[in-house]
């Protein structure tokens, strides 16, 4: 499964060393999205990229890993969801310890300055907008596996 | 019927729909499909009725104005699109060709929502509906003025298009 966006290996060589060892969520209610976040997330090494089909299903998957010993390292979350939206999700992980530390990328169509604000003010680590290429991607995933390396 | 919002500005079919409703679609091609799809002639009028294969609907609200966008796809230009993503064959309408209308279609409705809050318009949009059907008709319940435009890409062709109605008080 691989989606062209355009991203070429040699521009993320080493960030790709450093991801191999990264487990990520990618939680969007549509397939295609999960589709295409995945296919970029591949090219740049991520060595384990779990999918959920919403907000209920990303809360199962992200405790099943914590009671496991193996927890998430990054989360990629669309907002608008059936039964459990992402920002439900967010709102929960915020408050729970065991989770309030995995970075939290709200994954949206919802460009609008209010909509950005309101992910930010309540604990998103970044923002991430659809239509995404893969060059912002590599930007956040560079930006957060840098900082986690800090 | 909601409270009419002070100062909200009201959409018009004018050349600010136009500008995010190229930029809307481009910025998806350009990003996903790493191509550039060419608008073409504006069609405007009233009771506008819209061909496709396959509809994004989603419902679009302000104040004292609703409104509808659609974008519609043909057969082909879907499965090539989707083609490209998933790197397989698609022939027939399954789930996943009416999923990928439905998040395409998303795409661009966040972007036109987000081109017009940039110039100052503020709206809310409903979940979208896909439609399909072998060049299917939509024919709006709303009276008031409409545009369409219609988009060549690398893919196939597709339009974009906006039927307002006023809220009678």
């Given at each position: 499964?691989?989606?062209?966006?355009?991203?070429?290996?040699?521009?993320?060589?080493?960030?790709?060393?450093?991801?191999?060892?990264y487990k990520v969520l990618v939680v969007?209610?549509?397939?295609?999205?999960?589709?295409?976040?995945?296919?970029?997330?591949?090219?740049?090494?991520?060595?384990k990229?779990i999918?959920a089909?919403d907000g209920m299903e990303a809360m199962n998957k992200l405790k099943t890993a914590q009671d496991e010993g193996n927890p998430f390292d990054m989360i990629f979350c669309d907002w608008?969801m059936?039964?459990y939206s992402g920002y439900e999700l967010l709102v929960h992980c915020k408050k729970t310890d065991d989770l309030k530390n995995i970075p939290f990328i709200m994954v949206?169509?919802?460009?609008?300055?209010?909509?950005?604000?309101?992910a930010l003010?309540s604990g998103a680590t970044d923002?991430?907008?659809?239509?995404?290429?893969?060059?912002?991607?590599?930007?956040?995933?560079?930006?957060l596996?840098?900082s986690k390396?800090? | 019927?909601?409270?009419?919002?002070?100062?909200?500005?009201?959409?018009?079919?004018?050349?600010?729909?136009?500008?995010?409703?190229?930029?809307?679609?481009?910025?998806?091609?350009?990003?996903?499909?790493?191509?550039?799809?060419?608008?073409?002639?504006?069609?405007?009028?009233?009771?506008?009725?819209?061909?496709?294969?396959?509809?994004?609907?989603?419902?679009?609200?302000?104040?004292?104005?609703?409104?509808?966008?659609?974008?519609?796809?043909?057969?082909?230009?879907?499965?090539?699109?989707?083609?490209?993503?998933?790197?397989?064959?698609?022939?027939?309408?399954?789930?996943?060709?009416?999923?990928?209308?439905?998040?395409?279609?998303?795409?661009?409705?966040?972007?036109?929502?987000?081109?017009?809050?940039?110039?100052?318009?503020?709206?809310?949009?409903?979940?979208?509906?896909?439609?399909?059907?072998?060049?299917?008709?939509?024919?709006?319940?709303?009276?008031?003025?409409?545009?369409?435009?219609?988009?060549?890409?690398?893919?196939?062709?597709?339009?974009?298009?906006?039927?307002?109605?006023?809220?009678?008080?």
């Amino acid at each position: 499964m691989t989606a062209s966006l355009g991203l070429h290996n040699k521009n993320t060589g080493d960030l790709f060393m450093s991801t191999q060892n990264y487990k990520v969520l990618v939680v969007d209610d549509f397939e295609l999205a999960r589709t295409m976040l995945i296919g970029v997330l591949q090219k740049l090494g991520i060595g384990k990229i779990i999918q959920a089909q919403d907000g209920m299903e990303a809360m199962n998957k992200l405790k099943t890993a914590q009671d496991e010993g193996n927890p998430f390292d990054m989360i990629f979350c669309d907002w608008k969801m059936p039964n459990y939206s992402g920002y439900e999700l967010l709102v929960h992980c915020k408050k729970t310890d065991d989770l309030k530390n995995i970075p939290f990328i709200m994954v949206t169509a919802e460009a609008d300055k209010p909509s950005v604000l309101k992910a930010l003010t309540s604990g998103a680590t970044d923002y991430l907008i659809k239509p995404f290429d893969a060059k912002s991607i590599t930007d956040k995933v560079n930006r957060l596996v840098n900082s986690k390396a800090a | 019927m909601e409270a009419k919002i002070l100062n909200e500005k009201r959409i018009e079919l004018n050349e600010h729909v136009e500008m995010a409703m190229k930029s809307s679609v481009s910025l998806l091609f350009k990003n996903v499909f790493d191509c550039k799809p060419t608008p073409g002639i504006v069609a405007y009028g009233n009771g506008l009725e819209t061909k496709a294969d396959l509809s994004g609907i989603a419902g679009l609200i302000q104040s004292d104005m609703h409104g509808v966008l659609k974008v519609g796809f043909s057969e082909g230009l879907i499965f090539r699109l989707l083609e490209h993503i998933y790197q397989r064959k698609f022939s027939t309408i399954d789930h996943s060709v009416l999923d990928g209308v439905g998040e395409l279609s998303n795409n661009i409705y966040g972007q036109f929502k987000k081109e017009m809050y940039d110039m100052g318009y503020s709206f809310r949009m409903t979940i979208p509906t896909v439609i399909y059907g072998k060049d299917h008709s939509v024919y709006p319940f709303l009276d008031g003025p409409g545009m369409l435009m219609p988009l060549r890409t690398d893919f196939g062709d597709m339009s974009i298009s906006l039927i307002l109605n006023q809220y009678l008080y």
